[in-house]
């Protein structure tokens, strides 16, 4: 996986691609339509792409996708719409291919799941029966861990770990702060959504400074020692950052988590003493599984034990979780690419759990791509097969300081074939009406 051209992406996550994860073959068996039902909640990465994995596998399968958004706004590339790099009309996606494959998509809150009589309720009063519930409803903020902080502070202070409004808010502070201001970045403890993405979102700060406010500066409070392809991001912060980034990594003495703001005087507090008064503050507090993973009772902590084979839920029998909520051995990293993986290995679980046939082995992939500066990414990535409870590694991969301009375009490519081949994936882009429905 570390060479892919934009075609290979294609074909990886088109219905060949999906077959190869061992779905398909199931159109023979008897589910009549309407006869077992899947509900999932979450149409993001995992959740609308187990949607699609699942029509594939069975056309007639009833599936009800309920997403409280009507309009998704990934979080990957969402650095590159801060950077400058993308529009936020490109990285904004919808459910029409789903619908179009017959996929019920409901737009409202799950406010709780009744797991006994296998239930789920939304904000609209209604009630969703189900055989199999799916449950990717990403990440939650945990405001309450910083003093001064809450979802009503991240309107001055944003975080925009969820992408939309978020996004848009940080960009919009960058683009009216003056030119000399501080931007504060303060990265999140681990296990978080998406390691690599606060030194991606760096870069894209820094890139944004360096062309356009070039008197100001970025300073980057971090709770951890060390981070994912630290050693390729300092190469590039030194490379294309000089005297714009300071990094404030913790030590044995030095603990820099946040543990203040105060969103009048803008400053930002660390546990080591150091305070800083920003003008721009992007605060990326800790994280835990989305609500309705707990509502349903299938958290402990903070995340939610799984089986790594399919992902279902160790604690509620007929539920999966996947995506950001599940926990997992740390070598698997949050993120939409992992995401997508595990959507098909679930898919294919429920398929043939309906079907009573046997189960492929599930294996995973996932590559992360940070872009860095114009035309340069950096990428780090590997294949997960589980094994008594806990990862098998092969094929891993990292980008190495000292890599060539031409490499890091390569990168940059790949990641452009990616972004367009895994959102056309999640989100059934290339989805005609069953041929059912269009001789009827
Ligand atoms: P999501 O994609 O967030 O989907 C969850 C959905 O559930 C949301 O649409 C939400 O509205 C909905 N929802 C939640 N609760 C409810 C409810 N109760 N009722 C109804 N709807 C509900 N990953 C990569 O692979 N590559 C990258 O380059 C990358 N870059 C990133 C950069 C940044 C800045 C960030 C923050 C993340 C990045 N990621 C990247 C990580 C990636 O975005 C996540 O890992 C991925 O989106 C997880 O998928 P998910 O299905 O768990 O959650």
Redesign the pocket.
């Known amino acids: 996986m570390s060479n892919v051209t934009r075609r290979q992406f294609g074909h990886l996550f088109s219905g060949a691609g999906v077959a190869a994860f061992g779905l398909g073959g199931f159109g023979s068996f008897a589910i009549a339509q309407g006869a077992a039902k899947v509900v999932i909640?979450?149409?993001?990465?995992?959740?609308a792409s187990v949607a699609h994995a699942l029509k594939l596998g069975e056309p007639k399968l009833d599936v009800t996708l309920?997403?409280?958004?009507p309009k998704?706004t990934?979080?990957?590339?969402?650095?590159l719409y801060i950077g400058g790099f993308r529009t936020f009309e490109s990285i904004t996606h919808n459910w029409d291919g789903l619908k179009k494959l017959g996929v019920k998509v409901v737009l409202?809150?799950?406010?709780d799941v009744d797991t006994t009589k296998r239930v789920v309720n939304t904000t609209g009063g209604r009630s969703y029966a189900y055989d199999k519930l799916v449950l990717?409803?990403?990440?939650e903020i945990k405001y309450a861990t910083i003093e001064g902080y809450s979802k009503e502070a991240a309107q001055v202070m944003p975080h925009?770990?969820?992408?939309g409004a978020q996004t848009q808010l940080l960009k919009a502070q960058l683009e009216a702060m003056k030119d000399g201001g501080t931007v504060v970045l303060a990265a999140p403890n681990n296990p978080y959504?998406?390691p690599p993405?606060p030194y991606?979102?760096a870069c894209m700060i820094a890139h944004y400074i360096k062309t356009k406010k070039p008197k100001s500066k970025l300073v980057i409070v971090d709770p951890k020692k060390a981070f994912s392809k630290q050693a390729v991001f300092i190469e590039a912060f030194d490379r294309y950052y000089k005297g714009i980034i300071e990094l404030n990594l913790s030590n044995d003495i030095d603990d820099f988590s946040v543990v203040r703001v105060d969103t009048k005087t803008k400053q930002v507090v660390t546990k080591a003493g150091k305070t800083v008064a920003a003008d721009v503050a992007n605060i990326v507090p800790n994280q835990r599984a989305?609500?309705?993973a707990h509502k349903a009772g299938c958290a402990e902590g903070d995340w939610c034990p799984i089986n790594l084979d399919n992902f279902s839920s160790k604690r509620v029998a007929n539920v999966y979780v996947?995506?950001?909520?599940s926990a997992v051995p740390s070598e698997m990293p949050?993120?939409?690419?992992?995401?997508n993986s595990q959507a098909k290995v679930v898919a294919g679980d429920i398929l043939a759990e309906l079907a009573k046939k046997e189960r492929f082995p599930a294996r995973f992939r996932n590559t992360?791509?940070?872009m860095v500066a114009p035309d340069a990414s950096i990428k780090v990535g590997g294949n997960f097969t589980p094994k008594d409870g806990k990862w098998e590694m092969s094929g891993n991969f990292v980008s190495k300081p000292g890599e060539d301009a031409a490499l890091h375009k390569a990168n940059f490519e790949e990641s452009l074939g990616w972004y367009s081949g895994i959102t056309a994936d999640i989100f059934a882009k290339t989805a005609s009406a069953p041929a059912a429905k269009k001789r009827a």
């Open positions: 909640v979450g149409g993001g990465a995992g959740g309920i997403e409280v958004n998704y990934s979080c990957f590339f969402s650095n409202e809150w799950a406010t990717s409803p990403g990440i925009a770990w969820l992408a959504r998406c993405g991606e979102r989305g609500e309705i996947l995506g950001d909520a949050k993120s939409a690419f992992t995401a992360c791509w940070s």
